[in-house]
């Protein structure tokens, strides 16, 4: 397989101080501006970025399995990700201060799980930099 595994970061900015930009990088939080964005928790779940907390995705035709990995509340936070005879990795959010905003960093590490998904992947590594982007730009509409 070529080109199976991408490590991808870029960076975005958000109008809003880390401790209210946070929420927007938790699963319920990208509800407010991820189109079809329906996080399904299997157990019950208070505060949905505590390490340990379990959910899935549906796009695609696939299903994705999240996991926090760990998380800073305003600072960061880390998801361990799985979507079968796909890929894995992890995707890691960090949050810095920056006057009256906040710069994002968001880092993907994935690994296809086959040949096809390796092509896929490496045409979602070659879009990163645009599909942050649109990330940008849904948050500043869903929060103007």
Same mark, same amino acid.
């Given at each position: 397989?070529?080109?199976?595994?991408?490590?991808?970061?870029?960076?975005?900015?958000?109008?809003?101080?880390?401790? =209210?930009?946070?929420?927007?990088?938790?699963?319920?939080?990208?509800?407010?501006?991820?189109?079809?964005?329906?996080?399904?928790?299997?157990?019950?779940?208070?505060?949905?970025? =505590?390490?340990?907390?379990?959910?899935?995705?549906?796009?695609?035709? =696939? #299903? #994705?399995?999240?996991?926090?990995?760990?998380?800073?509340?305003?600072?960061?936070?880390?998801?361990?990700?799985? #979507?079968?005879?796909?890929?894995?990795?992890?995707?890691?959010?960090?949050?810095?201060?920056?006057?009256?905003?906040? =710069?994002?960093?968001?880092?993907?590490?994935?690994?296809?799980?086959?040949?096809?998904?390796?092509?896929?992947?490496?045409?979602?590594?070659?879009?990163?930099?645009?599909?942050?982007?649109?990330?940008?730009?849904?948050?500043?509409?869903?929060?103007?």
């Amino acid at each position: 397989m070529s080109a199976a595994r991408h490590r991808l970061t870029g960076r975005l900015t958000v109008a809003l101080p880390p401790d =209210e930009a946070f929420r927007l990088f938790t699963a319920r939080g990208e509800q407010a501006w991820v189109p079809r964005w329906e996080p399904h928790f299997p157990a019950a779940v208070t505060d949905d970025a =505590e390490p340990g907390t379990v959910f899935q995705t549906h796009a695609h035709d =696939e #299903t #994705t399995t999240w996991i926090v990995v760990d998380s800073t509340p305003g600072r960061h936070i880390r998801y361990a990700r799985v #979507t079968p005879n796909t890929s894995a990795g992890t995707v890691t959010v960090t949050l810095t201060e920056s006057g009256d905003h906040t =710069e994002v960093a968001v880092t993907y590490e994935l690994t296809a799980l086959t040949e096809t998904a390796a092509d896929d992947l490496s045409r979602f590594a070659d879009d990163y930099p645009t599909f942050l982007t649109t990330w940008q730009t849904a948050i500043a509409e869903a929060s103007s």
